[in-house]
């Protein structure tokens, strides 16, 4: 079992900054790719960006050149600085880990989750 546990949310006004961290305890692996996930009220759980080390990082078209994800393997942690923030941003942010090492936007193709952490941008 992988255990994972996101911290760093908060709220923010528009055009500022966070990051997300991303701890993972238990069975991990390097190799797992690693995925972020956001859920705003009333809406599907959707893509942010992921990680492998077979497959690079990708990120969702409403995020590229504002998200940044990085990977400290040494740490077991996963980051996620989010600059340039809009209140669009608003939602539920969720760490996910897979066992396959390969990136993917589906949220099926992950194995575990965090219990997620509240990011709320103010306009």
């Known amino acids: 079992q992988v255990q994972l546990v996101e911290s760093g949310g908060g709220l923010v006004q528009a055009g500022g900054s966070l990051r997300l961290s991303c701890a993972a305890s238990?069975?991990?692996?390097?190799?797992?790719?690693m995925g972020w996930f956001r859920q705003a009220p009333g809406k599907e759980r959707e893509f942010v960006g992921a990680t492998s080390w077979s497959s690079g990082t990708y990120y969702a078209d409403s995020v590229k050149g504002r998200f940044t994800i990085s990977r400290d393997n040494a740490k077991n942690t996963v980051y996620l600085q989010m600059n340039s923030l809009k209140p669009e941003d608003t939602a539920v942010y969720y760490c996910?880990?897979?066992?396959?090492?390969?990136?993917?936007?589906?949220?099926?193709?992950?194995?575990?989750w965090g219990q997620g952490t509240q990011v709320t941008v103010s306009s």
């Open positions: 238990g069975r991990t692996s390097s190799s797992y790719a």
């Open positions: 996910a880990a897979g066992r396959g090492s390969y990136v993917s936007r589906w949220k099926g193709d992950y194995d575990y």
